[in-house]
């Protein structure tokens, strides 16, 4: 069957069974449900694979604020699907993707009370970003934030946003890397960039008073950044918080499959997701644990705090990685936010689940950061 | 649209999805996948429920080891959608249900080193599972063991299961209550059975040297049973670990729908689950915090160590708690096993992640009582 024909088949059927479940869910005690349930076992009447019916989700309601029902409600972003095939095309989503952060920024900048500054160290671009007062216990402490966005997006102030909402909510002074990114500068580029900039703060801060931070992209560099700087002998951050770590840019993991489609932010490793994780490793083993550390060795790793939420296509992502830090020992907390989707828990600045996250991780870098 | 035509054009449809949609994974960048995405899209354009195709979820291979893939995998359990009507249908699946651990329990004992006596506590049937030898640092500490099984299933022995593997692996003496259960014992007696061997207990034993756990039923009476002792004025437990708790008995909390088909034990809420939860409460409010303890005050509540998986149907049961738990300033672990369905981290008493399971609950237990 060719496949425009096949996916027109298939789109038929989904929006069928969709359309045929949704007055079914109502009367689970009808019949209708007991015959289907019993197709549905008929289905999975063998060990392997699992069978999925197509189904509706609803928005969840308890234990989720309406300002975050209102973010896990949201249409999956235009772009999901993005396949682009030259420098351009990447330029331009990069370019779209970034615009209504860049608005964003210095009303939210404003309201938190927080200041900006380009620098460069190293070499490498970065932005200092710390609130107008800090307060004296930070006043020798830094964070280091790496940016998310899949390798390709958040150029620039763009992706200082988590870094904004973190030395607001948590009174830290941060140091945001504008790494260099694919098309142009592929691997390691960014992981050369961040480990760079963290050298350059050892010059002048002890490891101790240092903790690094980001979430998906931003979480998988924090760890690899670990990775490089045990491999490169240079002392460990006192403690890390990879938000909903892209650990694993291959399509490895039960929620890549389990939450595909429910996750409304990445929606699908087959959307640009995938391609990007081809574009960053140009042509390197995705597997190569600098790409995807869930791979490495984690032993003697600081104190880790990570998060994600029950539709986020990374959950396999992070749990993965939170229980190889527990195999090695490693002292390591994990938050998983009900409903949300990837990144979801700083969506949102002023719903309870985002103060609520950055009480967590200020709570846990302060526990454990040497004043 | 009759039921039963409606559940077959839905099978149907469903059939139809699933057999097309399985080659078309293998072609992710064919013309086929970019249609379909574009469909999804469309079904995904408002704010709102989210619309699910029919899929194909492969076993997980990463992270998980061959004993644990081979539960992941397993069909469905048979009863799963089990609709009792009488006392007897009930009996029927009770007994049906208990056979298989009833006959491998004393080979587990065995094999474990550990012994189970029963006892008769303030009138209450128990059991009281040890090891040979306890370990010094245990002496005068003791574990309560509530089992799980939807308030219906585990009756006698055949609810000890749990015990022998604690009471093994952590070296602890546990006394497992074997409460009353409905038809013949609705709500409030297992919660009185439970609270009645717990006020015990507190006669020969310092609430400091207390330590309280269950898996999903059991989890759910864990919580149930400290808001009763605030409530009476006992003292509370050192640590609880209320494993993937069915904190909300209502088909509220999202992984009821996205993990709904995944979860290979439990299923759906709309199988044999909603039936006991009805059964249990006996027409009190389901969101009563004795049955539902996740709408429950958690404020003083004992260090918790909760569980899960990421194809929980429970993982929103227990991720709410987890949070509301936080809120309320408790100390509380959180540990989400890579592509299990419920309760399926003790599921293989030989599987690593069985080991693993029981040693972070051991070291959180023991790191909270007193000696």
Redesign the interface.
């Known amino acids: 069957m060719p496949?425009?024909v096949?996916?027109?088949?298939?789109?038929l059927?989904?929006?069928?069974?969709?359309a045929?479940?949704a007055?079914?869910a109502a009367?689970?005690?009808?019949?209708?449900?007991?015959?289907?349930?019993?197709?549905?076992?008929g289905?999975?009447?063998?060990?392997?694979?699992?069978?999925?019916?197509?189904?509706?989700?609803?928005?969840?309601?308890?234990?989720v604020s309406p300002g975050q029902q209102?973010v896990i409600?949201?249409?999956?972003p235009p772009g999901?699907?993005a396949?682009p095939r030259t420098v351009a095309e990447w330029q331009d989503l990069v370019v779209r993707n970034a615009a209504p952060t860049l608005a964003a920024l210095p009303g939210l900048r404003e309201q938190l009370g927080v200041t900006s500054e380009p620098v460069t160290i190293a070499g490498v671009k970065a932005f200092v970003v710390q609130p107008r007062v800090l307060p004296a216990v930070n006043r020798d402490r830094v964070l280091l934030h790496l940016h998310g966005g899949g390798y390709v997006f958040g150029p620039g102030e763009a992706g200082t946003r988590e870094a904004v909402l973190l030395a607001a909510h948590g009174g830290f002074k941060v140091v945001s890397v504008d790494y260099r990114m694919p098309p142009e500068a592929p691997y390691p580029a960014a992981l050369d960039d961040s480990v760079a900039v963290y050298r350059d703060l050892l010059k002048t801060t002890s490891a101790r008073r240092i903790g690094v931070f980001g979430t998906s992209t931003g979480g998988g560099l924090t760890l690899a950044l670990v990775l490089r700087a045990k491999a490169e002998g240079l002392p460990l951050p006192a403690a890390i918080a990879p938000g909903t770590p892209w650990s694993?840019l291959t399509e490895?993991?039960?929620?890549y499959?389990?939450?595909?489609?429910?996750d409304?932010l990445l929606?699908?490793w087959?959307?640009w997701l995938?391609h990007a994780a081809a574009l960053y490793a140009n042509g390197h083993d995705l597997r190569d644990p600098y790409l995807s550390p869930?791979y490495g060795d984690f032993t003697g790793f600081p104190p880790a705090i990570l998060t994600s939420g029950?539709?986020d296509l990374f959950?396999?992502n992070t749990?993965?990685v939170?229980?190889?830090l527990?195999?090695a020992g490693v002292e390591a907390?994990?938050?998983?936010?009900?409903?949300q989707s990837h990144a979801q828990y700083y969506a949102d600045p002023s719903a309870p689940e985002t103060i609520?996250y950055h009480a967590?991780v200020a709570r846990f870098l302060d526990a454990h950061l040497a004043r």
Chains 1, 2 share one sequence.
């Not at 907390?333 to 409903?339: A, I, K, S």
């Open positions: 496949d425009a096949r996916a027109r088949a298939i789109a059927s989904l929006m069928l069974a969709t045929l479940a007055p079914l009367q689970e005690a009808a019949s209708g449900w007991n015959e289907f349930a019993l197709i549905q076992s289905a999975n009447s063998r060990p392997g694979p699992r069978q999925l019916p197509a189904r509706s989700i609803p928005v969840p309601q308890a234990g209102a409600a949201a249409p999956y999901w699907n396949a694993d490895t993991g039960d929620s499959f389990v939450n595909e489609f429910a409304n929606v699908s087959k959307g995938g869930v029950t539709r959950l396999s749990v993965r939170h229980r190889k527990r195999q907390d994990l938050h998983v936010f009900e409903g609520e967590e």
